[in-house]
């Protein structure tokens, strides 16, 4: 049997071959303000045309084509196929009302479409451009019909293709792009011309919220369209889940199973942290192609390739956290000596990095830094922070005071913001290039937060010590020698932390600004880039 291809996708591959390529082989979509004014319009014409007005979709194996039809009205006894564009026409010399090429190509298909699965002769084709309000008439001759069958084998030879085409040399196709988010045209050539100012079609921001439930007992379930926050001795909560883009689960908090299928179905990430503040891991849909991943596995199967990402990565988080350190030491009063040592053995460890031959020497080297690092870091604490907030080494599970304990559980926050970006994005979480798998945290999870481990967690924290944010009584629990935040710091700390991510922050390289939150996911989006022969910008940026 022959596999058909869709009218609106023939639409796609007329406007940008990537664009068809990205939507039909990695099965990538977006849902923009333009996408759901058109389906008003559509929603409106549904409503209110004339009696002769009629939806219709077809199919022809022969043709290698299938859609649904706006409108098929008969005029004269001929059967006449409408197509409805919400925006503006194409004006020629003499300021003519005429089609757009990839609008053109699609009427011409539903009437070789009509011929083909009706049997029935079509003479004509129309476009209504509702922001003029004119009616563009399409004839279709043989060439037209030529068109047609041409573009239908060239769109079906790049469905079958392995390799994504490059980014169009128009831009100004760019802009009304509803992919560009996802596509990234202006980084993509960027990286090939560094002279290129980039234009800004990346999402400004992700306003919708994060649901965390903290407290034991509490349930999230459906209602309806919205998801239902039931907490103890509390008033229930309503979320429409347009607002919604993840819901993290503390502790022994639960969700029905009607609320998961939900936000599986509306692209809200579900994620699990436990009692300990803990990453456990995540939902994961496993929606789309496959064919994002299988660059993945062919590019982190070469040595090479993950020794130079991994070098990338390790001079990010060394440089991140010399910076850190020196904007500390600028703040300090007195000797600053065994800072200054510091920052300079870590910039001499940094030029031995694009140097390492294998994981195991970058390993060592990382080592090197976050020891030099971490035995530095109590030196830009304040004298005036309570000696029950001051940090003295690293320690993890259990943390042992109450500054790691705010770096476990930031951290833990971190990796499923990490991983979040990961699945949204569409890459293999279990194959990264730098760390290698074990128990619950998956490795390309753990290679990119590295990049973020500093202006995410370790900023944030130091700053609300040294503003008094924290009660060293009611905001941490003691058991023995382990320390851990309480109910009431969780609480705070999660407030911090998302504030954090709010900030807004200049990419040195690509020259505009976005939040962090959204610039977790464009790294990952930055990162699939290195093995789809667009990389050099991921990694590229400095703590400030």
Not at 354 to 375: H, R, V
């Amino acid at each position: 049997m022959q596999q058909t291809i869709r009218v609106s996708a023939l639409h796609a591959f007329a406007y940008c071959p990537r664009l068809f390529y990205l939507e039909e082989v990695e099965e990538l979509y977006t849902q923009d303000a333009a996408v759901f004014a058109g389906r008003r319009l559509h929603a409106e014409i549904e409503r209110n045309e004339e009696e002769d007005w009629e939806d219709l979709y077809l199919e022809n194996e022969t043709l290698g084509l299938r859609g649904r039809v706006d409108a098929l009205r008969t005029r004269e006894g001929q059967l006449i196929p409408y197509e409805h564009k919400r925006g503006r026409c194409y004006r020629d010399e003499q300021k003519q009302a005429q089609a757009w090429e990839s609008d053109k190509l699609q009427v011409l298909a539903y009437c070789c479409l009509i011929e083909a699965a009706l049997g029935t002769p079509v003479a004509e084709g129309r476009i209504r451009y509702h922001a003029d309000n004119v009616v563009v008439h399409i004839p279709l001759d043989d060439s037209g019909r030529d068109w047609v069958h041409q573009t239908i084998a060239a769109a079906g030879m790049l469905r079958h293709s392995a390799y994504r085409p490059p980014v169009t040399e128009n831009e100004q196709l760019c802009q009304r792009c509803s992919l560009a988010p996802v596509c990234l045209p202006e980084e993509a050539r960027l990286a090939h011309h560094k002279e290129v100012s980039s234009l800004r079609l990346f999402p400004s921001d992700d306003e919708r919220q994060i649901i965390h439930v903290l407290e034991p007992g509490s349930r999230l379930g459906r209602t309806g369209e919205r998801l239902k926050l039931t907490r103890r001795d509390r008033t229930p909560e309503i979320f429409p889940t347009q607002q919604v883009g993840q819901v993290v689960l503390h502790s022994f908090s639960q969700i029905s199973t009607q609320a998961l299928h939900f936000c599986a179905s509306q692209g809200i990430g579900v994620h699990w942290i436990s009692g300990g503040g803990r990453y456990v891991g995540s939902f994961e849909q496993r929606r789309g192609s496959i064919q994002r991943r299988r660059w993945q596995y062919k590019a982190l199967a070469n040595p090479e390739a993950c020794l130079t990402l991994a070098q990338t990565l390790v001079a990010g988080r060394g440089r991140g956290q010399r910076q850190f350190l020196m904007r500390g030491k600028r703040n300090l009063k007195g000797k600053v000596a065994h800072l200054e040592t510091t920052i300079a053995q870590m910039k001499a460890i940094l030029k031995q990095v694009p140097d390492a031959s294998s994981l195991e020497t970058l390993l060592g080297l990382e080592g090197k830094l976050a020891a030099l690092y971490f035995g530095a870091l109590p030196h830009i604490i304040s004298s005036q922070v309570p000696p029950e907030l001051q940090f003295n080494h690293r320690n993890r599970r259990p943390p042992k005071d109450r500054f790691n304990a705010m770096l476990g559980f930031g951290y833990a926050l971190l990796l499923k913001d990490v991983m979040n970006a990961i699945l949204t994005v569409g890459l293999e979480p279990a194959l990264g290039f730098y760390h290698q798998p074990r128990s619950q945290a998956p490795p390309l999870a753990l290679d990119l937060m590295e990049l973020f481990r500093v202006p995410l967690v370790d900023m944030p924290i130091l700053a609300s010590i040294h503003r008094g944010q924290w009660d060293v009584e009611a905001d941490f629990t003691i058991r023995g020698e382990q320390v851990w935040l309480s109910d009431l710091g969780r609480h705070k700390f999660v407030e911090l932390y998302e504030q954090r991510k709010a900030q807004t922050w200049k990419h040195p390289k690509l020259g505009y600004s976005l939040t962090y939150r959204r610039f977790l996911e464009l790294e990952v989006r930055l990162l699939e880039k290195e093995w789809c022969a667009e990389g050099g910008l991921f990694g590229q940026w400095v703590v400030r």
